[in-house]
């Protein structure tokens, strides 16, 4: 006689029976709340927030100065008439004429009415000393009298010269400075289309923020649902895992091999013989 038997055990892995209310209560709230909607709403309204009345206020001010100086108005005419003038206003113009004339202009003393002037003076000097002296009309008195007059004239010609020379180096200056008055004349002549560039950009920047509001709505609305149904089964997959039961089987002891002293580990040696 064999004298065996067989053992089944069994094991529970459900949850502690004391949280079993609670979780029946989670997961009937979740399905509750998905079926709702709750958790998946979209805030459709616009999140973008407009311009303020001062805002508005300098744009249309700043676009009113910008047009009222565009297209030769204003401020615009005044720095085109510099640029066509090579970079001069118009006192700056008269002032560079006048210096071109003096740098280009030829030494005649007969044309200078201050020259004739002095000569009279000097004459009159020259003439009342001899006569004094008794020698008026003398040779003495013609020869001092032409020197005084040459030596007015050679003064008078050298003065010529280096206002000449003056006015060639200042004409020089302004060629210089009216080269660079051109660059500001032309970044003046910008500034009110640049303005509006400005008010045309903030313009942009808020249409370019209400198309990215829109397309947030949009995307909420399609990745929302998508979200609660992935709450929804993470929750139920959570709960699942804590249920579930197990059964082993296993041979008992031979009774006749326990009395010989084998015990378990003689039966599973030894069972094969009986």
Request: net charge neutral; no cysteine.
């Amino acid at each position: 006689m064999t004298g065996s038997s067989k053992q089944t055990t069994s094991s529970s892995s459900a949850p502690w029976a004391a949280a079993q209310p609670a979780l029946k209560q989670g997961i009937g709230a979740a399905q509750n709340l998905y079926n709702s909607g709750t958790g998946a709403q979209v805030y459709n309204d616009s999140t973008v927030v407009p311009w303020s009345n001062n805002t508005m206020t300098a744009m249309d001010k700043t676009k009113d100065a910008a047009l009222a100086n565009l297209n030769g108005n204003g401020v615009s005419g005044q720095y085109q008439g510099i640029i066509n003038n090579g970079g001069y206003n118009s006192g700056q113009l008269e002032a560079l004429n006048n210096t071109r004339q003096v740098a280009n202009g030829s030494f005649n003393i007969n044309e200078d009415p201050g020259f004739q002037q002095v000569v009279d003076q000097a004459t009159n000097a020259v003439n009342g000393n001899a006569s004094a002296a008794g020698r008026y009309g003398s040779g003495t008195n013609q020869q001092l009298l032409g020197s005084t007059i040459g030596d007015l004239g050679a003064r008078q010609y050298q003065a010529f010269q280096q206002r000449k020379d003056a006015a060639n180096s200042n004409l020089f200056n302004m060629g210089q400075t009216g080269f660079g008055q051109l660059g500001q004349a032309y970044s003046g002549l910008q500034a009110p289309a640049q303005s509006l560039m400005q008010v045309g950009g903030m313009d942009d920047d808020y249409a370019a923020r209400v198309m990215n509001d829109r397309l947030r709505v949009f995307n909420e609305n399609q990745n929302k649902p998508w979200e609660n149904l992935s709450r929804l089964q993470a929750i139920a997959s959570g709960a699942g895992q804590l249920g579930g039961s197990t059964t082993q089987s296993q041979p008992g002891q031979n009774p006749f091999l326990t009395a010989l002293g084998y015990g378990a580990t003689g039966a599973g040696l030894l069972g094969g013989m009986f």
